[in-house]
């Protein structure tokens, strides 16, 4: 479905309406969509897909995934999450998680930021020099 420009500047205004302090507040987004259900203002339907789309984009940006070939030591665990909460700030939610097809190193997605210091990267980088 095709979403006006209208409708994406009312998701917009929606979604900067239920930040609170710079964060998404879920029962604002609650309230929200209820409103817009109950209203159903002019291309309500394109204002609630791109306002989805906004609410996704904002719950990525705030995901931390990382994955390494062996469990992390707690220390090491502690660490990478102080750096990442130093670099996007807090609030971030981090999951830890194994990939022995990675064989060493680490892989750290937020959102669209991929940092990976794997071998396998590594590994991928070198066969396509050659």
């Not at 892989?107 to 991929?114: E, P, T, W």
Request: net charge positive; charged share 25%.
């Amino acid at each position: 479905m095709k979403v006006s420009k209208q409708s994406r500047r009312e998701a917009k205004q929606v979604f900067r309406s239920c930040l609170t302090n710079g964060t998404l507040d879920e029962n604002a987004v609650r309230q929200a969509v209820q409103n817009l259900l109950k209203n159903k203002p002019r291309g309500y339907q394109g204002i609630l897909s791109h306002f989805q789309r906004l609410v996704k984009l904002d719950i990525q940006r705030r995901t931390a995934r990382i994955e390494s070939a062996t469990p992390l030591p707690s220390e090491l665990q502690s660490s990478v999450q102080a750096a990442l909460t130093r670099q996007y700030g807090p609030g971030l939610l981090i999951s830890f998680g194994q990939n022995p097809a990675l064989i060493g190193g680490m892989r750290i997605k937020v959102g669209s930021d991929v940092y990976d210091g794997s071998v396998q990267a590594k590994l991928a980088a070198l066969e396509e020099k050659f």
